[in-house]
C-alpha cells in the first residue's frame, strides 16, 4: 500500500471517527436557548456584501446574549454556509428546520431572494415563518396566500414610489413632474424588474414620461445606455444595480455627463460598496436607503463599547462597522430579538416554537417608543405586522454620498402603498389560482 | 472456517451465478422503493438521498456521451433546463397530461434541442467541440431569462413545481418525491445499460475508439454521434425535471447555469468515464463532501482556527486537494477504485481458504 493511500484512509478514518465522537456531546448543548439559524455565504460571489451582515447579527446577538439574553434566553447561533446556492441552502433548511441540539427554531431568516421564492412551498409544508427583511417576493405581504411569508420592512414596489416622491419633492410638488422623463436603468434580472409594473402605474397616476433600460449582468458595460439616457434628455435616474453594475454605472454617467445628484440608487445599490469604487464620479450621488450607515445611533455607541472595543467582534475589518451592510444585519437582528420578545409576553419566557413564532410575528409591533428604548432611532421605522399584512409599514430614507460617507438627506419617506394595494394583492390572487391553494381561514384575535 | 460459510459457499456454487444476480436485483429494488422511504428521516431524503440521485443520473447521461460515444460537452445544465421549463409548460399549459407523459415529452424536446447543438460534432473535434456546446449553455440561460412566457410572465423568473400527482397519489411530500426519482431513476438507469450493450452502444465506443476505423467497417458515423447527442440530452431532460421538481421544488435559468455543467463533468471524471454505477459514487462525493466536512467542522468546534469565513474557504481548499488526489490516484475514477478493491479481497479471501 503506498503512502499516499494509506495517509488517505487514515484521514478518512480519523473523520469518520471524530464526526461519531463529537456530534453525541454537542447534543443538547442548544437546550433553553432559542436557535438562530444564520444563512450565510461568505463565500461566493457576494461575499463582499455578506460578511459584514453576518457581523452586525452576530455582534448583536453576542451583546444581548452577554446582558443575558432575551427575557433570560439566549440565542443560540448556528451558522450555515450557503455560498449564496440554492442547493446549500436546502441543506441547511432540512439541517435546522426542527431546531437543533435542544433549541427550537421560531422563524427563519434569509438574506437571498431566490432562496426566498424556492422556499415558499416547503415553508407552507412545514409551517415555519420566513423573514426576509427589505427583500423577498412582493406578492407575499399578502397573508391570506402566503402565511408562513414575511417580506418586512420594505419592498421594491415601494421604493419605486418613494423614488418618485422624492423627486416631487425635489421640482416642488406632484403636480410638476407631468412631462419629466425618469428612467429606470435596471439589472435584468428577477430582481431588476421588480420595478417596472409599479413605475408604469406611477406614470399614470403622475404624467412622467417612464422610460425603461434593462442592463444584461454583470454589467460591466453601459456606455450605450448612458448615452441613450443622455439623448433621450432623461430628467432623473432610478438606478437599480446589483454588484460591479453599480460603480461602473456611476463612472460611465460622469464620462457621458449625467449628473451624479440626478441619479437615485437602489437599496442594493446604496452600500460604500457600490459608491467608493466609483471615486470622485460619485460624489452627490443618491440612493433610497432603509439600512442608514453610520456609528452615532446610540445602540451602535453600546455595541462598540462592548463587543467591537472589547475585541468580542466579528468583523475583521474594523472600518465596516456602521457601514451599510452591518447595519442590515444589525437591524435584522433587533428585529428577531423583537420578535422573541412579542412571543414572550404572550407564551412565557422561555425558548418560542415555531408556532409561537409564527403568532409572534404576525403580531409584531415595533413602535417609535420602543425604538427609542432600544437606541435604534433613526436605524430602524416603526414596524407593525398583521396576519393580513405581512410588510408593516414600508418607509425609507433618501441618502447622499458626500465623497466618503452616507449622509441622510430626507426623514423616512412612505411612499404611496395604497396605490399598489390591488395589483400587489392581484398577484397574490394569481398566484393562488395556479397553485390551486385554498383560502386561508381567518385568524381569530 | 464455519460450518455455516461452507454451507453457503455451497449453496452459492450450486445455484446459478445469474439466478443470485436477479435475487440481488430484487433485494436492491426492496430496499430502494421500501425501506429507504419508510425508515430515511426527511432531511436524509431532501437533502442527501434525492440530490445525489439526481445528480448521478445527470452523470449517466453525460457519461453515455463522453465516456460511451467520446463526445464532450459542456453544456449539460442547458439540456436539463429545457427539461425543467418543458415539463413546467406542459403541466402548466396542458393539464391532462399524466406525470410520466411530461416526463418524456420534456426529455424528447431536449434530445431535439441535443440533435441541434450536436451537429457541429459532425465536423469539428474535442476542445472546440467543448466550446460549441459551451454556446447551447449560454444561448439557453439567454432564452430562459429574456422571454417570460416560459415562466409564465412572473416577475421573478422563477418556475415552481406544479403540483406534482400520478393516478391520484400525491408526491409533494419527502417520500412522494424520493419515490418519484429512484422510479425515474431506475427506469433510465435500466435503459442506459440497454443502449450500452447493443449494438448502438458498442458502434459508440468504436466511434469513440478510433472514428476512422469504425467508419471503415461500415459504422455510420454522423447518425451515431446525433444519436449520442440525443439521447444524452433526453436523458438530461428528464434529469433537468427531477432537479426542478422533485429536489429544489423550484428553478430559473440561473439554476442550471455554466457551475451545474462542470458539476456534472465532474460527477463523470470522479466517478469514472464509460460506467453506469460510478456516476453515483461521483454524485455522492460531489455532493456529501462539502456536506460531510461541515458537519466534521462543526462537530469538532475547530473555531480556534479561525473565523466562520476562513473555515468556510478551508473547507473549499480540503475539497479541491481532495479531488486533486483522487485524480492523481486513481485516473480512471472512483468505479475503479472500487473494483479493484473487490477483485483484490476476492483474492485475499481465497487466499484465506
Known amino acids: ?331 435584522q437582528a433587533i428585529i428577531f430579538t423583537e420578535v422573541l420578545r412579542t412571543g414572550q409576553a404572550k407564551f412565557g419566557n422561555h425558548p418560542l416554537t415555531k408556532e409561537e413564532g409564527h403568532w409572534a410575528v404576525e403580531h409584531l409591533d415595533i413602535t417609535a417608543e420602543r425604538i427609542e428604548e432600544l437606541g435604534a432611532t433613526g436605524l430602524l421605522s416603526p414596524l407593525k405586522v398583521t396576519p393580513q399584512d405581512h410588510e408593516g409599514q414600508p418607509a425609507a430614507k433618501i441618502v447622499q454620498w458626500d465623497g466618503t460617507k452616507w449622509n441622510a438627506v430626507t426623514g423616512w419617506l412612505k411612499g404611496d402603498r395604497p396605490l399598489f394595494k390591488d395589483a400587489i394583492f392581484a398577484k397574490a390572487a394569481a398566484y393562488a389560482k395556479e397553485k390551486n391553494l385554498p383560502p386561508r381561514e381567518p385568524v381569530a384575535n | 472456517m464455519s460450518v455455516s460459510n461452507n454451507v453457503l459457499a455451497e449453496a452459492a456454487a450450486i445455484s446459478s451465478k445469474s439466478n443470485l444476480r436477479i435475487l440481488a436485483v430484487i433485494a436492491g429494488l426492496l430496499v430502494l422503493f421500501v425501506a429507504v422511504p419508510l425508515g430515511a428521516s426527511d432531511y436524509w431524503l431532501s437533502s442527501i438521498i434525492i440530490p445525489t440521485l439526481v445528480m448521478g443520473l445527470a452523470g449517466i447521461s453525460l457519461n453515455l456521451l463522453m465516456g460511451y460515444a467520446g463526445l464532450v460537452s459542456l453544456g449539460s445544465a442547458a439540456f436539463m433546463s429545457i427539461g425543467a421549463f418543458s415539463a413546467y409548460n406542459l403541466i402548466l399549459r396542458a393539464p391532462f397530461l399524466p406525470l410520466p407523459v411530461v416526463l418524456l415529452v420534456s426529455g424528447l424536446v431536449a434530445a431535439a434541442a441535443g440533435v441541434v447543438f450536436g451537429l457541429p460534432a459532425l465536423r469539428i473535434k474535442g476542445f472546440y467541440l467543448g466550446a460549441s456546446t459551451l454556446g447551447a449553455q449560454f444561448f439557453f440561460e439567454w432564452v430562459f431569462s429574456n422571454f417570460t412566457w416560459f415562466s409564465n410572465d412572473s416577475q421573478s423568473l422563477t418556475i415552481s413545481a406544479p403540483r406534482l400527482a400520478f393516478l391520484g397519489w400525491d408526491l409533494q411530500s419527502p417520500a412522494g418525491r424520493y419515490l418519484l426519482a429512484i422510479s425515474v431513476t431506475t427506469a433510465l438507469i435500466g435503459l442506459a445499460f440497454l443502449i450500452v450493450k447493443s449494438r448502438l452502444g458498442r458502434e459508440w465506443m468504436a466511434i469513440r475508439d478510433m472514428d476512422t476505423a469504425a467508419s471503415v467497417i461500415g459504422i455510420r458515423i454522423a447518425r451515431r454521434k446525433l444519436q449520442a447527442y440525443a439521447i444524452s440530452s433526453f436523458f438530461l431532460g428528464v434529469t433537468g425535471v427531477l432537479w426542478g421538481f422533485a429536489y429544489l421544488g423550484t428553478s430559473d435559468a440561473h439554476t442550471f447555469n455554466l457551475d451545474k455543467s462542470f458539476q456534472v463533468l465532474f460527477i463523470v471524471l470522479i466517478g469514472g468515464t464509460a460506467t453506469i454505477f460510478g456516476n453515483f459514487l461521483g454524485a455522492a462525493f460531489i455532493v456529501l463532501t462539502p456536506i460531510l466536512l461541515d458537519r466534521i467542522v462543526l462537530a469538532a468546534n475547530l473555531s480556534f482556527l479561525g473565523d466562520q469565513g476562513a473555515l468556510t474557504n478551508l473547507q473549499r481548499v480540503i475539497f479541491g486537494v481532495i479531488i486533486i488526489l483522487i485524480l492523481i490516484k486513481e485516473p480512471d475514477g472512483l468505479a475503479a477504485l472500487i473494483r479493484r478493491a473487490t477483485t483484490a479481497i476476492g483474492k485475499w479471501k481465497r487466499g484465506a481458504t
Open chain 1, 1 to 331: 500500500m503506498s503512502f499516499f493511500k494509506k495517509a488517505f484512509m487514515l484521514a478518512g478514518a480519523i473523520a469518520i471517527a471524530a464526526s461519531a465522537a463529537v456530534t453525541p456531546s454537542l447534543a443538547e448543548e442548544g437546550t433553553g436557548q432559542q436557535l438562530f439559524p444564520l444563512f450565510s455565504y461568505r463565500t461566493g460571489p457576494y461575499a463582499p456584501s455578506g460578511i459584514p451582515q453576518w457581523a452586525g447579527y452576530r455582534d448583536y446577538f453576542n451583546y444581548i446574549n452577554e446582558k443575558g439574553g432575551v427575557n433570560g434566553v439566549k440565542i443560540f447561533v448556528q451558522e450555515c454556509e450557503t455560498a449564496y446556492t440554492l442547493e446549500r441552502a436546502f441543506e441547511c433548511y432540512e439541517r435546522y428546520k426542527n431546531g437543533y441540539a435542544g433549541a427550537p427554531v421560531a422563524a427563519l431568516f434569509t438574506t437571498s431572494s431566490g432562496f426566498d421564492a424556492a422556499i415558499s412551498d416547503k415553508a407552507r409544508i412545514d409551517q415555519l415563518p420566513i423573514v426576509s427583511v427589505a427583500g423577498g417576493r412582493g406578492d407575499a405581504v399578502d397573508g391570506s396566500v402566503f402565511p408562513y411569508q414575511f417580506p418586512l420592512l420594505f419592498d421594491y414596489w415601494t421604493e419605486a414610489s418613494i423614488v418618485v416622491e422624492h423627486i416631487a419633492n425635489q421640482v416642488g410638488g406632484y403636480d410638476k413632474l407631468k412631462g419629466l422623463k425618469i428612467a429606470t436603468l435596471y439589472h435584468d434580472s428577477g430582481y431588476g424588474r421588480e420595478t417596472i409594473q409599479p413605475m408604469g402605474i406611477l406614470a399614470k397616476k403622475y404624467g412622467f414620461e417612464d422610460i425603461q433600460i434593462p442592463v444584461p449582468h454583470p454589467g460591466e458595460q453601459q456606455q450605450a445606455q448612458w448615452q441613450q439616457i443622455k439623448r433621450a434628455g432623461v430628467d432623473w435616474v432610478f438606478f437599480r444595480a446589483w454588484g460591479v453594475m453599480s460603480p461602473v454605472g456611476l463612472k460611465t454617467a460622469a464620462r457621458v455627463g449625467f449628473p451624479a445628484d440626478r441619479i437615485i440608487g437602489d437599496i442594493w445599490t446604496g452600500s460604500e460598496e457600490d459608491a467608493r469604487p466609483a471615486g470622485a464620479a460619485a460624489k452627490n450621488y443618491l440612493a433610497v436607503s432603509v439600512y442608514p450607515s453610520g456609528t452615532d445611533f446610540k445602540i451602535s455607541q453600546e455595541l462598540k463599547k462592548n463587543i467591537i472595543d472589547a475585541g468580542k467582534g466579528d468583523l475583521k475589518d474594523p472600518t465596516k462597522f456602521g457601514s451599510v451592510y452591518y447595519n442590515a444585519g444589525l437591524v
